[in-house]
Structure formats: C-alpha cells, structure tokens
C-alpha cells in the first residue's frame, strides 16, 4: 500500500514562498506513478493544481499557478517537491499529494487517484 506524507505547508505573506514535499513511506517507490498535488479551500471542491510522472518527467500546471509553481522530483525516487512563489490569498488551502500508477493526462482529477496523504495547511495572508 502506498502511504504518502506531505509537509511543508505554514503561514506566509502574500508574495511568499514555501516548498511542499509529498514522501512516500515505508521505502516505496515512486518510479512507476503520477504525482499530483490538489488543494481544496473552504467550501470548494478539490482542485488539481499540478502533477509529474515520475518516470518521464511529463509535468502539468493549472492556469492558476502556472509559472509561481514548480513541481519536481526528488533523487531518492521517493519524494516530490512542489515549490510555490508569489503566493496569493487564494492560494489559501489544504494542500494534498496523490499518487496513481497511470491516471489520463492533463489536469490531475481527484477521482482518478488512488493514493492520497494527509494534507498540509496553506495559509497565506494578505
């Protein structure tokens, strides 16, 4: 079973930054899979916010934080970074890691993974 922790998240200014990494527990792996990051925010559905396949690197970014947010692998195969800049109060979230073996391309749906951490609070104030 794959376990996913996610940390990171805290209280920033707008027009900060914080790093989130999504780690995969108990020595798994993630060479095979897709890595997505969601975020849900009170009152809203989840909402995928990027994702990478870790084997070929393919990335996605929504409009929203297209060219603030970076996504990327970790050398151990089993972390994924999701560096986020020029952070704006609606970026405000709980901030959530996935993982799925093959999910479809393009933007990163909920229901299309299996595995999901905990989540970690993204508060950015104004």
């Known amino acids: 079973e794959v376990q996913l922790v996610e940390s990171g998240g805290g209280l920033v200014q707008a027009g900060g930054s914080l790093r989130l990494s999504c780690a995969a527990a108990?020595?798994?792996?993630?060479?095979?899979?897709?890595i997505a990051w969601f975020r849900q925010a009170p009152g809203k559905e989840r909402e995928g916010v990027s994702c990478?396949?870790?084997?070929?690197?393919?990335?996605y970014y929504a409009d929203s934080v297209k060219g603030r947010f970076t996504i990327s692998r970790g050398n151990a195969k089993n972390t994924v970074y999701l560096q986020m800049n020029n952070l704006k109060p609606e970026d405000t979230a709980v901030y959530y890691c996935?993982?799925?073996?093959?999910?479809?391309?393009?933007?990163?749906?909920?229901?299309?993974?299996?595995?999901w951490g905990q989540g970690t609070q993204v508060t950015v104030s104004s």
């Open positions: 996935a993982a799925e073996p093959d999910p479809p391309l393009g933007v990163p749906t909920a229901h299309a993974y299996g595995y």
């Open positions: 990478i396949s870790y084997s070929d690197g393919y990335t």
């Open positions: 108990s020595g798994f792996t993630f060479d095979s899979y897709t």
